[in-house]
């Protein structure tokens, strides 16, 4: 192969995409990834407890896939991926018998009156849905492209940006309190926003509760038949289609700068490959500036801003074989792609305090996917997958090794508390603490699976730092393309669409 015009370091869903873009404008584009075996960083599949079960291995439900322009221009569905939606999208249960779940607007008419929480809330939530969905397009193209982004914001509509910014700007928790009276409900929205690691009383965190919960009344949270590294080999295919090559076993070691441009990337066995145009980072922001780019070509104050970039909390994910479905309780959850557990407001702030403070939280808030409800391809006849993983400190006295299985436990029971008969299914268990996210995906530091914290001061002009924050580095010749850019995590593919136009006018 001639050397390429682009080299993308890292295959993640925006590396490829923005890997794709440019390939597509007739640029030719080598991604080396430094996995051995697959491509996708996050967005992959594998059998990590027993054959026959497909777990998917980070961002397994997508919601901002198919609300984001990059996927509704790249044609996935003709190359493998058939989207698939659960009767309900998320269920919010506590062990006191209250609940709230959010369903499609479609099939939200079949469901009881008081699904979430109580009538006046269900009355009060599908008003919401409805209003959202009349510029659900428009408004989630706004959020997602780059900055500062005026003529997007101008087609949402001033009369909708006045009410968006004052959800936007408050705490998960004043949001829930302003627009909902019962606990089951309040407790949703600041749930949501724990996918990041904005607790309840964080300012923008109604931002991120606006956008999971909302577009759960619309597109819902999809999964992929068959895992989701099916997205990732259908962007592959793309790539190919267009002239692209993904280089697996590759690790990126250091960009070579001469001239004051970047000039190569030197792999971890030595191997210097050269970059005509331009060398794109689909990784976190501190390791390109501070890892990857020789020190004396960035400059001190950029070098600076690098080490004060700080990732989100840690993740501790367990996956599970399980003999048969888990027999929740709440009817809902037994049909609900995501259910989450957190019993209040008030306990969600203290797991949030618990975490910030270096401690396991005892009473840990937990995402649970149930993708094999929906999937039977992703386990034997009658067997089913399910996931749970929560927000830790990425370090413990006393280290992971010792604190692994028991925090294991711990969730467990907080499963088996609102489903009885949880743990006789269990066949099999498969551990992941931030240091073993981290060992598998060097992007995922500290066990961050956002690529940075979500807090106000890295978020819009501020990500990863002012003033690089529209794609370009300090460096000539370099882009930062990961989730560590605007728009931040999702799997929405945005931050490379983002970037790919970046470099094309560069070009």
């Known amino acids: 192969m001639r050397d390429p015009d682009v080299i993308v370091v890292g295959s993640g869903p925006n590396g490829l995409v923005a890997a794709t873009k440019l390939a597509e404008r007739g640029l030719s584009v080598l991604v080396l990834e430094a996995h051995p075996r697959r491509p996708g960083g996050a967005l992959g599949s594998e059998e990590l407890t027993l054959p026959g079960f497909v777990h998917d291995v980070g961002a397994a439900f997508l919601p901002l896939a198919r609300v984001s322009r990059a996927f509704r221009e790249l044609p996935v569905e003709e190359h493998g991926v058939r989207w698939l939606n659960a009767p309900i999208e998320t269920t919010h249960p506590a062990p006191d018998g209250s609940s709230a779940c959010i369903a499609r607007l479609e099939v939200a008419s079949t469901l009881p009156r008081d ?43 001033l009369v909708r940006v006045a009410p968006l910014a004052r959800a936007f700007l408050s705490s998960s928790a004043r949001l829930a309190e302003r627009w909902f009276e019962s606990t089951a409900a309040r407790r949703v929205l600041p749930s949501l926003a724990l996918h990041g690691d904005l607790g309840p009383h964080d300012v923008l965190g109604g931002s991120l509760a606006y956008v999971l919960a909302l577009s759960a009344s619309t597109v819902g949270y999809p999964i992929v038949q068959g895992g989701a590294q099916r997205l990732t080999d259908a962007l592959v295919t793309l790539l190919e289609l267009h002239g692209g090559h993904v280089r697996l076993g590759a690790r990126a070691a250091r960009i070579v700068v001469r001239g004051g441009r970047a000039r190569a990337v030197v792999l971890e066995g030595g191997e210097e490959i050269p970059a005509k145009h331009a060398i ?8 390109l500036l501070l890892e990857l780019l020789p020190h004396e070509a960035v400059p001190s104050a950029a070098l600076a801003a690098a080490r004060q970039f700080r990732p989100g909390f840690g993740t501790f994910k ?21 259910v989450h557990v957190g019993a209040s407001i008030d306990e969600l ?46 370090t413990v006295p006393g280290g992971w090794d010792a604190e692994r299985a028991r925090f294991a436990d711990t ?7 609102l489903a009885p008969g949880f743990r006789a299914l269990v066949l099999e268990r498969h551990l992941s603490a931030p240091p073993d996210l981290e060992r598998r995906n060097e992007n995922l530091v500290g066990g961050d699976l956002g690529g940075g914290s979500s807090v106000w001061t890295q978020q819009l002009f501020l990500r990863p730092f002012f003033p690089y924050f529209r794609y370009r580095m300090p460096v000539r010749g370099v882009y930062l393309c990961s989730s560590s850019t605007h728009p931040g995590g999702g799997a929405h593919g945005m931050c490379g669409y983002n970037r790919a136009l970046r470099v094309l006018d560069d070009l």
């Open 349 to 394: 702030l203290a797991f949030t305090n618990a975490v910030r403070a270096g401690q396991l939280p005892e009473q840990p808030y937990l995402v649970v996917g149930q993708q094999s409800l929906i999937d039977p391809t992703r386990a034997p006849a009658g067997a089913h997958t399910l996931y749970a993983y929560t927000h830790v400190p990425s």
């Open 411 to 417: 969730i467990e029971d907080r499963i088996e508390a």
């Open 280 to 287: 794109v980072a689909d990784t976190f922001a501190s390791t």
């Open 318 to 338: 367990v996956d599970w074989a399980l003999s048969g479905p888990v027999p929740w309780r709440d009817g809902a959850a037994r049909k609900s792609a995501t």
């Open 115 to 157: 699904y979430f929480g109580n009538e006046r809330d269900t009355g009060q939530w599908e008003r919401l849905a409805r209003w959202h969905a009349t510029f659900e397009r428009p408004l989630f193209d706004a959020i997602l492209a780059p900055l500062p982004a005026l003529r997007a914001w101008m087609r949402v509509g």
